[in-house]
């Protein structure tokens, strides 16, 4: 791994309960507002290189290109919560749940082969417990000051009490799709601002995760409202 402006300290956080072993997706870096990146051009995947983040016993789809960070996962430190546009990876909570860092989402790389999609380095299927969210900056400066960073050409529409932004969360055991769980990061003018909960019992016993994102605010070109949100915390059992 290569990290932009820091050294990177990486846990599953492995535990037991009640003689279950149990995994949770945790990452802290060691400065504010660093970026993981990889640099292995081996593997292209369209327009972009594609080196997944192994953090055992997870295995995230990441993917970059010349100006950075491109679709998938990526983990951060990032503290800014006021700079719009895509170049700003913060959460809007400025950290993680319980360390400085956490992992930012872009969904939008499907088309490219690189969709948004945790699956498991040892090929085992898992039980899924549960995971936190919040709005990436990028996306919540869009939606609440119709402001993506694109200034008069943006394409966001200012929002109404009707508009809503949703993430769906999907398990698949092989090729078999168990269940979706959705959680609303905004409902018109109500937008997540903070770490949120999302029990994800319901998708039962999986072998990858899935993760997406619509919106009420679409064009020619499809969603208008910056694919990205942040994840911490992902908790599985054995």
């Known amino acids: 791994m290569a990290l932009a402006m820091g050294f990177v300290f990486t846990s599953c956080d492995n535990g037991k309960e009640d003689d279950v072993k149990s995994y949770t997706l945790s990452v802290s870096l060691s400065k504010a507002d660093?970026?993981?990146?990889?640099?292995?051009?081996?593997?292209?995947?369209?327009?972009?290189?594609?080196?997944?983040?192994?953090?055992d016993p997870f295995s995230l789809v990441h993917s970059f290109s010349s100006w950075g960070f491109a679709m998938g996962f990526t983990y951060t430190s990032g503290t800014d919560k006021t700079t719009?546009?895509?170049?700003?990876?913060?959460?809007?909570?400025?950290?993680?749940?319980?360390?400085?860092?956490?992992f930012t989402?872009?969904?939008?790389?499907?088309?490219?082969?690189?969709?948004?999609?945790?699956?498991?380095?040892?090929?085992?299927?898992?039980?899924?417990?549960e995971c936190y969210v919040t709005n990436s900056t990028y996306a919540y400066l869009a939606i609440k000051?119709?402001?993506?960073?694109?200034?008069?050409?943006?394409?966001?529409?200012?929002?109404?009490?009707?508009?809503k932004f949703t993430l769906t969360i999907t398990g698949y055991n092989g090729r078999e799709k168990?269940?979706?769980?959705?959680?609303?990061?905004?409902?018109?003018?109500?937008?997540?601002d903070?770490?949120?909960?999302?029990?994800?019992?319901?998708?039962?016993?999986?072998?990858?995760?899935?993760f997406s994102l619509t919106s009420t605010d679409n064009g020619q070109w499809g969603m208008n409202t910056p694919s990205y949100f942040c994840l911490d915390q992902l908790k599985v059992t054995e």
């Open 34 to 55: 660093s970026v993981y990146l990889a640099t292995d051009t081996t593997n292209k995947a369209g327009y972009y290189f594609r080196k997944d983040i192994i953090i």
């Open 84 to 102: 719009p546009g895509y170049m700003n990876l913060s959460a809007i909570t400025g950290k993680g749940v319980k360390t400085n860092a956490y």
């Open 105 to 129: 989402v872009n969904t939008g790389g499907a088309m490219y082969g690189l969709p948004a999609e945790i699956s498991f380095k040892d090929g085992k299927a898992y039980n899924v417990k």
């Open 145 to 163: 000051n119709h402001d993506d960073g694109n200034g008069e050409y943006t394409m966001i529409k200012e929002w109404t009490k009707d508009d």
């Open 178 to 192: 168990t269940a979706s769980v959705e959680f609303v990061l905004a409902n018109g003018t109500d937008i997540v």
């Open 194 to 210: 903070s770490w949120q909960q999302v029990d994800l019992s319901k998708l039962g016993t999986v072998t990858k995760i899935d």
